[in-house]
């Protein structure tokens, strides 16, 4: 197989001095740069069967449309009980993610109170310090 690549898993010049700039820059870099000249050639047959294997696995989950509901275990009376603990839970999940949304409701009101406080107290200090100025015609001086 002719191949005209300048970067190509083959002991070229090219190849040869990305592996030693490797080794100066962060050792790794020239340790994966050594594998793929030595091995890379097989990196095509390898992501081949990694991705064939991925398929197979991931096809094994989609036969069972609806995950465990979907699967039965040859027994109807674990099939029944096991869909009931699983709607069970199901509910038990939505009125948890009901009362995380009222607590996060709770808490973001006693933050706008407490900004509401804070803010109220900010305008009240600064007006004070606005009629002292236009009472005594200069600017206060802080201690600091």
Do not use: C
Not at 12 to 32: D, E, H, N, Q, Y
Not at 53 to 82: H, I, L
Not at 90 to 102: G, S, W
């Amino acid at each position: 197989m002719t191949q005209s690549a300048l970067i190509r898993p083959a002991w070229t010049p090219a190849t040869i001095a990305l592996m030693v700039l490797g080794f100066m820059v962060f050792w790794p870099l020239g340790l994966a740069m050594l594998a793929y000249i030595i091995w890379g050639e097989r990196l095509d047959a390898f992501k081949a069967d990694v991705n064939r294997a991925t398929d197979q696995f991931a096809g094994s989950f989609r036969k069972s449309t609806g995950g465990m509901r979907g699967t039965s275990s040859g027994n109807a009376a674990f099939d029944e009980w096991r869909d009931a603990e699983l709607a069970r839970l199901d509910e038990e999940r939505r009125k948890l993610d009901e009362m995380r949304r009222e607590f996060d409701d709770h808490m973001r009101d006693l933050r706008k109170a407490r900004d509401r406080k804070e803010f109220d107290q900010f305008m009240a200090a600064r007006e004070a310090s606005q009629a002292r100025t236009r009472k005594g015609g200069s600017v206060p001086e802080i201690d600091g």
